[in-house]
């Protein structure tokens, strides 16, 4: 008789929820560990084409850190569709605008790019300040190594 690995289904997935706070961490170090729980890559379960993973939520992310001169020098790019449209912003003033942003660019860049990357960026909920609304889901502390 052959044994074969098992392979995750979508229904059999048993997600939890994680609370990260953002302050005093760097962002690339963030954005590593946040985008392997999305993916589920700590789940014994693992399945590269099934979405395994937890929720994550980020609290204070306006207390996120750059390292270097990266503030002034990081520069984030969209295009607006029209002839000659393309926008910049620093990571100084997109942080003041839009502080969710900073974090959900970074983990958006470590995820597939298709649509299982897409349905694991929307487990990830981002919030400037110290207060979430998920407290019903009973969020546990994200060990950060």
């Known amino acids: 008789m052959k044994k074969y690995t098992q392979s995750a289904k979508k229904n059999e997935v048993d997600r939890k929820w994680f609370v990260v706070d953002a302050e005093n961490l760097v ?10 729980r999305l993916r589920g890559k700590r789940n014994p379960m693992f399945t590269p084409n099934v979405d395994t993973g937890d ?20 520069t984030y790019y969209h295009h607006t569709g029209y002839i000659g449209g393309i926008k910049a912003i620093t990571a100084e ?6 502080p969710e942003d900073l974090i959900r660019f970074a983990v958006k860049g470590m995820l597939p790019k298709n649509s299982l990357g897409r349905s694991q960026l929307k487990k990830l ?8 609304p998920h407290e019903a889901q009973q969020p546990e502390t994200m060990p950060f190594t």
């Open 27 to 36: 962002l690339g170090r963030l954005a590593t560990e946040v985008a392997s």
């Open 55 to 74: 929720f994550v939520v980020v609290i204070n992310a306006e207390k996120i850190r750059l390292t270097g001169r990266k503030w002034l020098q990081k």
């Open 93 to 98: 003033k997109l942080l003041e605008k839009r």
């Open 125 to 132: 909920k981002i919030y400037a300040g110290d207060q979430h």
